[in-house]
């Protein structure tokens, strides 16, 4: 048994709008989320990351993302190293 040509087309425009609706709902949950936390962003060579386009460090909430490279030698040498920059 078919069904009549207008009422086919309703009953795809109606799971088109359902679809439409399902695909919108991570939009409205994402702008009503206020508890998305501040991005900050730390500069220590404003130059160098301008030229390899990143940022070195940058918080979010109350965590502190860093990232770089270490300098030739020693591991214990560049590890100390690295932890003495983090701190400043």
Do not use: C
Not at 22 to 29: D, Q, T
């Amino acid at each position: 048994m078919t069904l009549p040509e207008s009422r086919l087309n309703r009953r795809y425009l109606i799971w088109f709008l359902i679809g439409v609706l399902i695909a919108l709902i991570p939009i409205f949950v994402l702008a009503q989320d206020a508890s998305v936390p501040k991005k900050e962003k730390f500069h220590f060579n404003k130059e160098g990351e301008d030229a390899y386009g990143y940022t070195q460090s940058v918080k979010v909430g109350n965590t502190i993302y860093v990232s770089g490279v270490t300098g030739k030698g020693e591991m214990s040498g560049s590890i100390q190293s690295v932890y003495e920059r983090i701190g400043k």
